[in-house]
Every structure is written in C-alpha cells, then in structure tokens.
C-alpha cells in the first residue's frame, strides 16, 4: 500500500517525487529488509549554502517520513581544503535546519584503513594495478568520447608488483605524483569514468584529522560507495552530475568486499536567481572581502540565511516547494523570499520604523503626549495592543512628501491631507527648506482632532495612509537594507565574463539615522518585526547591543513571487 504523506516528528514533508516512488515500490518488494537509510555527505571544505539546504531536506525528510535513518557523514578525502571549522559550521547549520543525526556522526576519514584494506583486495583479484603515467599520460592514454583509450603499460604487471609498490606508496616511499593505483576495468567503455579510473593518489599533505599518517588519499569515486556501503546505507542520494559515476559505484561495490550493497539514485541540484551556488567561488568572495564572511546576510549560504533573519522552518518550506525532479532548473529566488515572508506575516508584529526621516511640526498639537492604540498583529488576534506616542514633532517617510506631486502620487503634498497610522487626518500647510541648499527639511502640519483612530465623522476621505514615529519618544537606529548579490539571475554563467564583475555594488544600503517607536528600544536579539510598509526585519544577533538593536531587513513588503506567477498564467 502507498504511503501516506504524513507529517511526522518535525513539521517537514517530502512532498511525491521520483525518489519516494523508488523507496515505496522497494518498501512493498521487501528490499532493503524494509529499511530506509540516507545520508548527507558534505566536504568540509566551505560553509553549506540553500543548495545543500535542498539535499538536507530531502536526506533528513525521507528518514523522518518513513521513520529510517539518516547519517551526517563528512567527505573528507581532499586533506588540502578540508578544515575543522568547516566540520563545525556544517553540524550547527545541519541542526539549525532542525535536524538531528542522533549517534551516526561519521568521517570518510575514519574509514581510511577499510578503503586501503579493500584497495589491497581488488590488487590481489587483479582487479586494480599501480601505474606510473603521470596525470597528463592518463589523460592522453584515456581517448575521446569518440575514441577508444590504450592500455598503460603497467595494466598487466604482476599482482606482487602492484601489491610492493602500493605498499611502498602508503609508506610514502615514493614522491607527489609518481604512481597511481587504477581500477583494471575497461579502456574502451563508452562511460568514460570506466577507463580504469584512479582509486588512490600520492597527496603528500597533512589532513586535519589524520595529520601525517597517509601520503596516499582515495578518490571520491572509490570512497563514497565505500563509505556508503560501510553504513549500510540503503539510498544514496546525490546530484546529477554525478549520474556518470553510477557505473562505477557499482563497481567498486561488486569489487570489494563491503558488508552492504548501496544504490545511489540522483536528483537536481537547486539553482536560484541572481546567485551562486558554487563553494569554490562563495570562498573567494569570502577571502577577497567582497562580502563581510560566510554569514554575511547576502551570502546564499546557511549561516548567511540565518543572520539575515531567515527561520529553519521558512527554509524546509521552501524545499518542500521546489520539489525533487530530474532535470536541472533555475528556481526564482522570490520564490525563496515568499516563503519567508509567508511565515512572518502570521507571525511577525507590526510596529512602525521610519527609515529615511523627514521631521513634521503638527503646529496645533498641544499635549506633551498622547498614547493611541495600535494593532499588534492584524493577523493574529491573539497578539493584542500596544500604545504608541503621538507628539508634537513626528518623523514621516521622506518619499511620502514630494512638494510638487507628480500624477499618482496620493501621499503628502501641500495643502493635501492624509491619515496618519492609528492617529489623526494631517494637512500640510507649509514646506521649510534649507535657505543655502533649498533642501526640505521640515513640514509644518495641522491635525484634525476629530480624525482619532483614523476616521472623519464628516466622512470625508483621504487618499493615503502614512506611518510615522514621533521624533521626540522614537529611538534612533541602524537599519540595514539588502539587494541581490549580483546584478545578473546567472551569475558566471558566461564564460567571457568574470562574476567577480556581476557583483551588485548596492547589494548592501546602511541607513543609520532611522526612528523606531519606542517599544523597539527594548527589540531582542533575533527577534523578527513587520516595519509597517517597509518589509520584514531582524535584530542582527551580532552588531546589536542591549538597548540598541540593528536591524536587518529580510525581505520587503512586495511579493514579487505573485506577480511572477499571474504573469505565467496570463
Ligand atoms: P564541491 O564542488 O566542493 O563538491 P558540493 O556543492 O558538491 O561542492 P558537497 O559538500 O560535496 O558540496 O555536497 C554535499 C551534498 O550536498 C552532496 O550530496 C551534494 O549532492 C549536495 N548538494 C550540493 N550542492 C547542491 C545543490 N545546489 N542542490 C542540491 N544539492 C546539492
Ligand atoms: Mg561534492
């Protein structure tokens, strides 16, 4: 019988795809004496970034959905770019996510005395041989996908002979680069990956957790489905491009003597607009400074995410959304931006933050201060009231002031009257400007007393409602407004063009003379808010101090997601 697609545990589905259809139909053939047990297997060679968000989601979904299993194991077979910051970051963004790996915290390199164990065994079964062209007289030896390759000189050499010197090579008697160890399978196969492939090479680096023990490191291809094997692994889940290798990890596993057979299936890697998805590339923005680290709020990685004010959940959701499919696209990153901001309208309250000021005199304002009731949350009733002060100087929006108002534009003008947010009708009677520079520096207003809450008994109308702060209770902030990283959707995607040159040089806009409504003085760390028509912001962990919150802004207001869609429909 079909599975339901139940929530189980955390609030994370995984919605039909390919993949559940491979599980399910094994599930009811008794394969895998009913077991399910994925494995994510990042290299601790960079921060993880919303593509590897995707692969978590799935990895971890599919063992929390069909109640199985799903390991943490770290690739790290390239001691030369692996580092223990890297392991750490990976398992706090892994649990950030919401996700546990429970005791099943594994290392390739914990495994290096099986792969060479097993390496020795197919040399003895003449399945593997130690060859001495250098990388380029492999390459040439390896044909075309149009030709055939050549037999190395060294495929036939005695069984004892390769055993000796990949003895020799473990014992680091022989230098970088001068011998391989080569899988003996067949130089002619149409799956290039198949011309006797390396397994080892002679690498002779420290590796950060096995230090100076190995001059000789396995290669990917050799010590995934080994590794995967090892844990009994029952789907192995990777990206497309490595459905070449497919081939070969069936291979190795027929070769060797693991305890278990894995199966590795591949699904499409998450592309998003305007970004970058490559580790290679997100490391040299990080060392040339061109963003402020790997948790830098524009970044597409996790950490960044999360400073941003991202919530785990907004993710897993937007994983959900893009689906699972076996063919490579490009996802919006609005569509990201809708699932935020989905999550935080139900749950973010409104308050109101003025963040390019324009002072306004209400001239016939009398009182020290008057406190007026402001919804909490328009979408929750349960979120309540607070009181806001109105005084006799507010900040508005500049933008919701232009002295000659152009055609459409509703907002404040002279002699025009609007609504100010849960207080009274203005009227702009008079425009102060700067006599040396002509800037307009302050509006002087009147109110309408009658107006409290926002209506007019009289009935008559205005065309606009503007926030505002009053600029005598109103606390002074930084506001911090993000835009894409990079001016293209497809950053270095043309080869002719450095996407070091894509960058957006407005990617990050420091406001740092914005005013808050008091309540915000007292703003946590990581606490998330609704600026009234401004978009959804964040109380940076890291810059903010107690009583003095800097906010980041997640997303704006307008849904761009929508539009896209409705345009697609039409
Ligand atoms: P590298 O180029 O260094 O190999 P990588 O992005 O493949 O980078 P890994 O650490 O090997 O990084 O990836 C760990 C897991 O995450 C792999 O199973 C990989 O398939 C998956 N993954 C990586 N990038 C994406 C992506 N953009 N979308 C979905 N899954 C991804
Ligand atoms: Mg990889």
Request: proline share 6%; with cysteine.
């Given at each position: 019988?079909k599975?339901?697609n139940?929530v ?10 390919f ?8 599930l009811?053939e008794g394969?895998?004496d ?13 921060y993880?970034?919303?593509?590897h968000?995707?692969?978590i989601?799935?990895?971890?979904g599919?063992a929390?959905?069909?109640k199985?299993k ?10 030369e770019t ?14 950030w996510l ?11 390199s ?23 062209l250098?990388?380029?007289e492999i ?22 002979e ?36 390396l397994?080892?090479r ?5 590796h950060?957790r ?9 290669m ?14 029952t789907?192995?889940?990777?990206t ?7 081939e ?6 027929e070769h060797t003597?693991?305890?278990y ?10 592309n ?15 060392e040339?400074n ?16 999360r ?9 897993r ?13 490009i996802?919006d ?19 109101m ?28 009733p ?23 108002p ?5 907002r404040?003008a002279?002699?025009?009257e609007v609504?100010?947010r ?12 700067d ?10 207003c ?10 007019a ?37 043309d ?6 040159d ?5 990617s ?10 008091p309540?915000?003085?007292?703003a946590?760390r ?31 207001l307008k ?12």
């Open positions: 019988m599975k339901e139940e189980i545990g955390l609030e994370t589905k995984v919605p039909p795809n993949i559940k259809n491979i599980i399910d139909k094994d009811s394969k895998n009913g077991r399910v047990h994925t494995r994510f297997p990042p290299e601790p060679n960079g993880l970034h919303i593509g968000a995707k692969s989601c799935l990895n971890f599919l929390i959905e069909y199985g799903c390991n943490l194991r770290f690739d790290d077979t390239n001691p692996e580092d223990m910051e890297y392991v750490e970051s990976i398992k706090s963004d892994v649990r919401g996700f546990d790996w429970e005791d099943r915290l594994y290392f390739a914990d495994y290096f005395d099986k792969f060479y164990e097993f390496a020795e065994h197919m040399i003895t079964n003449g399945v593997a041989y130690v060859c001495e250098d990388e380029e390459r040439e030896y390896r044909g075309t996908v149009k030709e055939p390759g050549k037999h190395s000189p060294y495929r036939d050499r005695p069984i004892e390769s055993l000796r010197l990949f003895r020799e090579m473990r014992d680091g008697k022989h230098p970088n680069g001068s011998l391989t160890l080569r899988a003996k399978i067949d130089m002619a196969a149409a799956n290039m990956k198949m011309r006797d492939p397994i080892y002679i690498r002779k680096v420290s950060y096995t230090g100076d023990k190995w001059p000789i490191y396995p990917y291809d050799y010590a995934h489905p080994v590794s995967d094997a090892l844990e009994g692994i789907h192995s889940i990777c497309l491009e490595f459905d070449n290798n497919r070969l990890y069936d291979w190795f596993l003597p693991v305890p057979i894995s199966h590795q299936y591949e699904f499409a890697r998450l998003l607009t305007y970004t970058i998805m490559s580790k290679r590339r997100l490391l040299t923005l990080v040339e061109r963003v402020d680290g790997w948790d830098d709020p524009r970044m597409p990685t996790i950490s960044g995410l400073r941003r004010g991202y919530t785990p959940s907004s993710i959701a937007f994983a959900e959304r893009i689906g699972v499919a076996k063919n490579d696209s996802v990153i609005a569509l990201l931006e809708y699932c935020i901001r989905e999550e935080l309208n139900k749950t973010a309250e409104r308050v933050a003025v963040l390019r000021p324009l002072k306004v005199v209400i001239t016939n304002f009398e009182e020290e201060v008057e406190y007026l009731e402001a919804i909490n949350n328009p979408e929750d349960e979120a309540g009231t607070r009181k806001i002060p109105f005084t006799k100087e507010i900040y508005i929006e500049q933008e919701d002031f232009q002295e000659v152009q055609s459409k534009f509703f404040l002279p002699g025009r609504r100010l849960y207080a009274y009708f203005i009227k702009c009677e008079k425009v102060i400007k006599e040396n520079t002509g800037e307009i520096i302050e509006l002087h009147t109110y309408d007393k009658e107006t409290r809450g926002g209506s008994p009289d009935g008559r109308r205005v065309k606009a409602t503007l926030h505002w702060v009053s600029a005598t209770e109103g606390v002074k902030s930084t506001v911090r407004l993000y835009d894409h990283l990079f001016t293209v959707p497809d950053p270095g995607s080869p002719n063009i450095d996407f070091l894509q960058l957006n040089p407005t990050l806009e420091v406001l740092d003379n914005c005013y808050l409504e309540s915000l003085k007292e946590k990581g606490e998330r808010y609704q600026f009234e028509r401004q978009g959804y912001f964040f109380v940076d962990p890291i810059d903010s101090e107690d009583g003095k919150p800097v906010f980041n802004r997640i997303v704006t849904d761009t997601w929508a539009k896209i869609q409705k345009k697609s429909k039409a």
